[in-house]
Each structure stands twice: as structure tokens, then as C-alpha cells.
T-cell receptor, first 114, second 115 residues
Framework: SQKIEQNSEALNIQEGKTATLTCNYT??????LQWYRQDPGRGPVFLLL?????KEKRKERLKVTFDTTLKQSLFHITASQPADSATYLC?????????????FGSGTRLQVQP | GAVVSQHPSWVICKSGTSVKIECRSL??????MFWYRQFPKQSLMLMAT?????????EQGVEKDKFLINHASLTLSTLTVTSAHPEDSSFYIC???????????FGSGTRLTVV
């Protein structure tokens, strides 16, 4: 069955450092992969999408890589700030017309210490 | 950008009563909306897919008679938790596909507490 794995242990880092979060998937052939941020008591917020033919995608301090051979995506936050503290969810997805729901990994909680 | 408005943000109800949660797409039309449930320290679990003008599709293990979904218009889907019990206490979130970049837009969620 399809499986999405994210490190369930919280990631604690110092402000200014780079945070790296991992998303591994099995029994999937996603056409693209999305990353979301979720704050406590709030719905997820879309951050980035990377397609299968893209190795890397950047948006401001965020960088996502997508290795379809390793079946893995890495999510980096450079120059991290306490405001980056949240849970980050990955969601591999196949091509669709918006009629298919996303399936999420369990999420990794990031805590950035000042 | 695409905005999904979800109300109420929190509700407390007595066991045995029903609660309705609304999800509206404010600046786009959503023919399909999705309802998720999230328990503490867990990820979002899809409950059902709401299709405008037709019946909702429920995930395995989700009771369709308990979680009534209505998608009467292109901008509104509602989830009614009928005869709520304490085990239904959870965080309910709706979602719709935005118009750009394949990103999905989520409502802010509804914290339901059944006492």
C-alpha cells in the first residue's frame, strides 16, 4: 500500500541554521509533491510544489528537492527564524483535475530556538 | 489567491446533538471539496470528497449517515455531525483545489468538542 513517511520526532534547531526535513514515499509514482505548513489549531497552508521533472525548487528561504529514484523529497529552510516553528507536511500527488484529495505524511514539527 | 472560509472555528456541543460546519470558497468555484479529520498529534485523515450536485464519496470506515455532507452550490459545502458523541471530538478541516500551481487551499479548521 502507499506510504508516506516523515520523521515524527520534532526537529529542534537554533535560529539562523538551516532546517532540513525529509519525506519518503513508497508504492507511489507521484507526478508532483507538495509541502504545507500547519500551525497549531489551523489548517495547512500551501508552501511549494515540485514536479517530477524538477530536481529543485526555491522560494525565498525555502528549497525543495525531489529525487524520484530515491523516492524522497527534502525540504530546507535556510536562515531559520522562530516564526518558522510549525509542523510541515508533505503530500505526493499524481496528476489529477483537482478531484482527488491529497494524502499527507504524518508531518514533522520544527522548533526554532532563538 | 484562493481563499476557503470555514465556520465555526470552534464549537462545543452536548452528546446526542448535531453540529453543522460550513466551508465556503470565497473567490473561486470549487466543484470538489474535501473533508478531513485530525486527531491530536496526528496527520489529516480524509473523511470524504464532496461533489457539487451529487452525493459525497466517503472513505472506508467513515459513516455516511453520521457525517452528512451537502454540496449544494459551487462555493459551499457543509458537514453535519449527527448525534455527536465524545469520540467525535476532533479538528475538522475542509479543502478545495485552488486555481493555480496545483496547490490546495484549506479552511482554518473547526475544533469540535462533544461533552
Amino acid at each position: 500500500s502507499q506510504k508516506i513517511e516523515q520523521n515524527s520526532e520534532a526537529l529542534n534547531i537554533q535560529e539562523g541554521k538551516t532546517a532540513t526535513l525529509t519525506c519518503n514515499y513508497t508504492n507511489y509514482s507521484p507526478a508532483y509533491l507538495q509541502w504545507y505548513r500547519q500551525d497549531p489549531g489551523r489548517g495547512p497552508v500551501f508552501l511549494l510544489l515540485i514536479r517530477e521533472n524538477e530536481k529543485e525548487k526555491r522560494k525565498e528561504r525555502l528549497k525543495v528537492t525531489f529525487d524520484t529514484t530515491l523516492k524522497q523529497s527534502l525540504f530546507h529552510i535556510t536562515a531559520s527564524q522562530p516564526a518558522d516553528s510549525a509542523t510541515y507536511l508533505c503530500a505526493p500527488a499524481t496528476m489529477d483535475t483537482g478531484r482527488r484529495a491529497l494524502t499527507f505524511g504524518s508531518g514533522t514539527r520544527l522548533q526554532v530556538q532563538p | 489567491g484562493a481563499v476557503v472560509s470555514q465556520h465555526p472555528s470552534w464549537v462545543i456541543c452536548k452528546s446526542g446533538t448535531s453540529v453543522k460546519i460550513e466551508c465556503r470558497s470565497l473567490d473561486f468555484q470549487a466543484t470538489t471539496m474535501f473533508w478531513y479529520r485530525q486527531f491530536p498529534k496526528q496527520s489529516l485523515m480524509l473523511m470524504a470528497t464532496s461533489n457539487e450536485g451529487s452525493k459525497a464519496t466517503y472513505e472506508q470506515g467513515v459513516e455516511k449517515d453520521k457525517f452528512l455532507i451537502n454540496h449544494a452550490s459551487l462555493t459551499l459545502s457543509t458537514l453535519t455531525v449527527t448525534s455527536a458523541h465524545p469520540e467525535d471530538s476532533s479538528f475538522y478541516i475542509c479543502s478545495a483545489r485552488g486555481q493555480t500551481n496545483y496547490g490546495y487551499t484549506f479552511g482554518s479548521g473547526t475544533r469540535l468538542t462533544v461533552v
